[in-house]
Nanobody
Framework: QVQLVESGGGLVQAGGSLRLSCAAS????????MGWFRQAPGKEREFVAA????????HYADSVRGRFTISRDNAKNTVYLQMNSLKPEDTAVYYC????????????????WGQGTQVTVSS
């Protein structure tokens, strides 16, 4: 049974930091690109960041580049999203996802999804 379980969300003031984690099970984590997406109320889901299976390729949305860092630990089957200098516009439900092929910015290409964790940034 495939599971992706996000944690680490919460309420933080603007300028603060949070670290999201996503623990994976039920599939060969080390074979998959892992991505983070987010969805704010009334908005479409958007790509945030992705990391290739070996951690050698990283990609970020323009809106988070320089503030967010994606990383993974294949020994722990976990992917992380370190979020610094948070802004109110970062408020959203954050989802991790797994993509068996390539590295995609399109959520439709991802095979597995977590349930999401809420991040709220107050001004």
């Amino acid at each position: 049974q495939v599971q992706l379980v996000e944690s680490g969300g919460g309420l933080v003031q603007a300028g603060g930091s949070l670290r999201l984690s996503c623990a994976a099970s039920g599939f060969t984590f080390g074979f998959y690109t892992m991505g983070w997406f987010r969805q704010a109320p009334g908005k479409e889901r958007e790509f945030v960041a992705a990391v290739r299976w070996n951690g050698a390729y990283l990609h970020y949305a323009d809106s988070v580049r320089g503030r967010f860092t994606i990383s993974r630990d294949n020994a722990k089957n976990t992917v992380y999203l370190q979020m610094n200098s948070l802004k109110p516009e970062d408020t959203a439900v954050y989802y991790c996802a797994a993509d068996r092929f390539g590295i995609s910015f399109n959520g439709h290409d991802y095979d597995y999804w977590g349930q999401g964790t809420q991040v709220t940034v107050s001004s």
